[in-house]
C-alpha cells in the first residue's frame, strides 16, 4: 500500500552513463514533482508535473529530461552523468497545485563515480 | 535554524522536553508553509502546516507559530521523545504551482 515508490532505491554508475529513475503514485493526484538533496540535505525542486503537463521547471542541465508517460507516473532521466549530480532524488506527490501537502517517496541516492 | 558551514544546526533536548525548532523564511508574499520530519534514509514527512493568515496552528504534541512581521517561522513539539530525532525542515510556498521552496534543516536529536 506504498503511496509514492521509486526505483532503484540505490543506483552506483559511471561518469558519462545514462540512467533512469522511476517514480508511481497510488494516491490519485495530479501533481507530481522531482526534487534533488545534496550531500548538506538541501532539497531543492527540480520540476514538477500537473495531469502530465510540465508546470515547474527550475533551473536544471538540459541532461534532465522527466517523462511523465500518465498522471500516476513521473520518471527522471539523466544523460551524461556528473559526479555533481551524484545526490538523493525525491518523487512527490500532491492533489492539485492548491494549498496542500506533498507526500514524499522514499528517495533513490545515486553514486556516479 | 540557519545553515552554517558544511554542519545542520543541531538541537539536542532531553526526553520529554519541549522541543522548538525555528526557521527564517525568505519571501513576505508566502502564503503557505509546512513543517516536514526526514529520518535517516527515508523521504520527508508531513508534520504540520499553515496558511498565511493565521499566526498558529496545533496538532497533535505540535504547534506551529507564525510571525509574517519578521518573518519567522517555528514548530514547537511538546514532551520530545526518541522518535522525534529527525531532520526537520520548514518550507514555504513561494508561487505558482505548488511550489515549495525549503529551509536548510535542523537536526533534532534527543537525549535519553
Known amino acids: 500500500d506504498t503511496a509514492v515508490s521509486q526505483t532503484p532505491k540505490y543506483l552506483v554508475t559511471q561518469m558519462g552513463n545514462d540512467k533512469s529513475i522511476k517514480c508511481e503514485q497510488n494516491l490519485g493526484h495530479d501533481t507530481m514533482y522531482w526534487y534533488k538533496q545534496d550531500s548538506k540535505k538541501f532539497l531543492k525542486i527540480m520540476f514538477s508535473?500537473?495531469?502530465?503537463?510540465?508546470?515547474i521547471n527550475e533551473t536544471v542541465p538540459n541532461r534532465f529530461s522527466p517523462k511523465s508517460p500518465d498522471k500516476a507516473h513521473l520518471n527522471l532521466h539523466i544523460n551524461s552523468l556528473e559526479l555533481g549530480d551524484s545526490a538523493v532524488y525525491f518523487c512527490a506527490s500532491s492533489q492539485g497545485q492548491s494549498l496542500g501537502e506533498q507526500y514524499f517517496g522514499p528517495g533513490t541516492r545515486l553514486t556516479v563515480t | 535554524g540557519e545553515s552554517v558551514g558544511l554542519h545542520l544546526p543541531t538541537l539536542s533536548v532531553q526526553e520529554g522536553d519541549n522541543s522548538i525548532i525555528n526557521c527564517a523564511y525568505s519571501?513576505?508574499?508566502?502564503?503557505?508553509f509546512i513543517w516536514y520530519k526526514q529520518e535517516s534514509g527515508k523521504g520527508p514527512q508531513f508534520i504540520i502546516d499553515i496558511r498565511s493568515n493565521m499566526d498558529k496552528r496545533q496538532g497533535q504534541r505540535v504547534t506551529v507559530l507564525l510571525n509574517k512581521t519578521v518573518k519567522h517561522l517555528s514548530l514547537q513539539i511538546a514532551a520530545t521523545q526518541p522518535g522525534d530525532s529527525a531532520v526537520y525542515f520548514c518550507a514555504e510556498r513561494t508561487g505558482g504551482g505548488n511550489k515549495l521552496t525549503f529551509g536548510t534543516g535542523t537536526q533534532l536529536k534527543v537525549e535519553l
Open positions: 508535473y500537473n495531469n502530465k503537463e510540465l508546470i
Open positions: 519571501n513576505s508574499a508566502s502564503d503557505y
